[in-house]
């Protein structure tokens, strides 16, 4: 890859074949990244291509299992966060770490509040405070609680802190993605404002048209490793083309067409003018029997919320959701249910599983109250028919009485959609279905996808892994910033097409999607 | 990279077969508290003269019968992931209805009928205001705690109310050696094991506890659940005051005042999670019996009744924290 010229800068960071796997995930495999003074450093790459896990390696979150970090030419360990503060690297993390309930001021000495005799310095904390607050251009009085401040405030709080810690790296997590477009100038002035006092600035962010307004350098991660360092002003289309660049493998075993339906029959899932205050509006689409349909876009562009929302998971302010011609009541898991919805949720362990119960017990979990009458479980029909599915799924296991926690992701996975087969779902959404899942469980997902679809069920797969959302699906709908940003078929749906769409090319922050509230 | 479990790979390697030694050492090893029970019996069976008569032992489970029933109750809370404070208070406030319908010459039927429904309606408040004021369970249930107290004090002018005949038989003895409180806290036994494994209530109260958010998108419906749990546990509340009133021949409205602490605690020595998903009926009737044979023996082996409130709380956090290890192991 082509190298900008080089800043004659002073080297501050290096990264040399960074290399870090989890159980069934190889989520870094080589990265090589530097970082000088004075310079802002984009890090781009798909969701899941590795960039979160590398800041966690920068701070001290996870211990790399190969290859070294470098800061200021010397080897060094950083193994834990603070050994990061210690050489100087802050992050500002995409959740904050701020107490709501404290002061700015003791928010940003927590845990090193000046001390006379042992007792807080007010007077000098705060005085201490107001200066770092004037550096970056908040006026609100260092005594005012972090909870008042809109998230902009916070995430200027937050910086103070980096400053007061004399961060030389400053490591921010899509510091863009909550703000408006004139929090963005604002910020990034300060930003500038930092780069000129020689700290160093990685900086991640999905907004393509922010680079070259902000960036010196970019470097493009994809699968774990870094494809390509690129100086900002590089079309954006390149930097798309780097981030996506690879073929779709034979890995999906999806015939493509295979299930594009007559366009007359009525579809299994219908949903129109779904809309929520400030989290989604105008969605509007169908599913038919036989199809899968894709759901592409960024991470926080509101995808896991509609589909929640068509579940009945969470509420919705507007729209009709129609399974099989039936409209469906809002917020009622237990009618979508009964209307032949089922919802595999992104999160497995934490809302797919009972993570301490019986596979039998799992998978019963739907059709509990079908198999009762008067109240009364019948337990060994119920038993019998999960182990009927659990055979058919191929769920790999000690025993039906083994508890899910103990299986692999995939086999935990099949237990999840397991469930809903038992209660004879007939649309099935599927967020993530394959994400955390190694290679070969992840074909049998796959496969498992088109045995559905063949005998007439509909599939609604939300995924942010692009080869597969290509690979699989019949229809791709594309969501960007709470909105279905453009629909394709499985003819049109390239990469570079789908990435144009998530990434969209209105400006960035017009939006005023909020970190979206889940659950209840 | 993620490794399957091998079908039958425990099956094909079962370690050492089924011989009998084994099985003992699995089962005292899956029922911590019963090895802990026998294990106390055994002892103080050598130490006491007085403690493996038939006599005592019928002492012991009439002692436990009160405790046993509130815990029992209890169990649905804390095996869905809450937890409930105010089964004394209940308890006593139920006793005392039961009195005083008895001396308003309410048939005796009908009496004790309006007494479980008003343990029934003291839980289905602590639901509602769990379910649908989302107050977490602790606060609900502190609060009906001091309102349930308060509402017996009420009623009975803060005098305790004498019981008739007809309703202290509950507390007496059959024959001579069968009390009513043991056959009714059997009785509470079986019903709280047949609700836990047999019902769909049941099963929901393993769902909610073990995974809320997994349970309300599987189609269980969460909040009427919740409902019902704590009016199962106000329900036997009521049994418990009714069984304590007329145990003493008396309803008193400072009856089992501090009760729900033991019954927590005998819930928790029998195995079941404070965070839910985790009990069992027949864990829960060993705790209560451990407390029970616990305070008997102590009593019976002169220990001051000053250190063995001492005693009682080092075995109550031995045996969560065996359980812990246990478990890590």
Known sequence: MTTPDPPPARELLRTEGIRKTFPGVVALDGVDFDLRAGEVHVLLGENGAGKSTLIKVLSGTHRPDAGRVLCDGKAVRIGDAEAAEKLGIATIHQEFNLVPHLSIAENLFLGRQPRRFGIVDRKRMEADAQALLKRVGVTAPPRTPVRELGIAGRQMVEIAKALSLRARVLIMDEPTAVLTSEEVNRLFGIVRGLRSEGVGIVLITHHLEEIPAIGDRVTVLRDGRSVGQVPANTPQDDLVTLMVGRSIEQQYPRKAGSGTPAAADQPLLRVTGLRRQGVFQDISFEVHAGEVVGV????????????????????????????????????????????????????????????????????????????????????????????????????????????????????????????????????????????????????????????????????????????????????????????????????????????????????????????????? | MAIDTQPGHRLDKRPGGNRPPQMASRFLKENGALGALIAMVVLLAFMSGDFLT????????????????????????????????????????????????????????????????????????????????????????????????????????????????????????????????????????????????????????????????????SGIRVRRQKLVIYALVGAFAAVAGIVLASRLASAQPQAADGYELDAIAAVVIGGASLAGGVGKASGTLVGALILAVLRNGLNLLDVSAFWQQVVIGAVIALAVLLDTLRRRA
């Open chain 2, 54 to 217: 038939t006599q005592n032992l019928l002492n012991v489970g009439v002692q436990a019968a009160v405790t046993a029933i509130l815990a029992f109750g209890v169990t649905f809370a804390i095996v869905s992931g809450g937890i409930d404070l105010s089964v004394g208070s209940v308890a006593a406030f139920s006793g005392i209805m039961l009195g005083w319908l008895g001396t308003q010459g309410v048939p005796i039927w009908l009496a004790f009928v309006l007494a479980i429904a008003t343990g029934t309606a003291c839980g289905l408040v602590n639901g509602l205001l769990i379910s649908y004021g989302k107050l977490p369970p602790f606060i609900a249930t502190l609060a009906m705690l001091s309102a349930a107290r308060g509402l017996a004090l009420v009623l009975s002018d803060g005098t305790p109310i004498t019981l008739p005949e007809s309703v202290s038989w509950i507390g007496e003895t059959i024959g001579d050696w069968l009390p009513v409180p043991v056959i009714v806290m059997i009785v509470m036994c079986v019903i709280t094991a047949l609700v836990l494994i047999k019902t769909y209530s049941g099963r929901a109260m393993y769902a909610i506890g073990g995974n809320e958010e997994a349970a309300h998108l």
């Open chain 1, 296 to 520: 592409a876009g960024l991470v926080g562009a509101g995808r896991t919320e509609v589909v929640r929302a068509v579940f009945g998971a969470d509420p919705y302010d507007a729209g009709r959701v129609e399974v099989a011609g039936k409209k469906l009541p809002r917020g009622d898991v237990w009618a979508s249910h009964a209307a032949g919805l089922g919802l595999v949720p992104e999160d497995r362990k934490g809302q797919g599983l009972l993570p301490d119960a019986s596979v039998t017990d799992n998978l019963g979990l739907v059709t509990l109250r079908e198999s009762s009458t008067g109240g009364l479980v019948d337990r060994s029909g119920l038993r019998k028919e999960a182990s009927r599915i659990a055979e058919r799924l191929g769920v790999r296991m000690a025993g039906m009485e083994q508890h899910v926690r103990t299986l692999s992701g995939g086999n935990q996975q099949k237990v999840v959609i397991g469930k809903w087969l038992l209660a004879k779902s007939r649309v099935l959404i599927l967020d993530e279905p394959t994400r955390g899942i190694d290679v070969g469980a992840k074909v049998e997902i796959y496969q498992l996808i088109n045995e559905l679809t063949a005998s007439g069920h509909a599939v609604l797969m939300i995924s942010s892994d692009l080869p597969e959302v290509l690979g699989m699906s019949d229809r791709v709908l594309v969501m960007s910033q709470g909105r279905i940003a453009g629909e394709l078929t499985a003819r049109d749906a390239t990469q570079d097409a789908v990435m144009a769409l998530a990434v969209g090319t209105s400006a960035p922050g017009t939006s005023e999607m909020e970190d979206s509230p889940r659950g209840h």
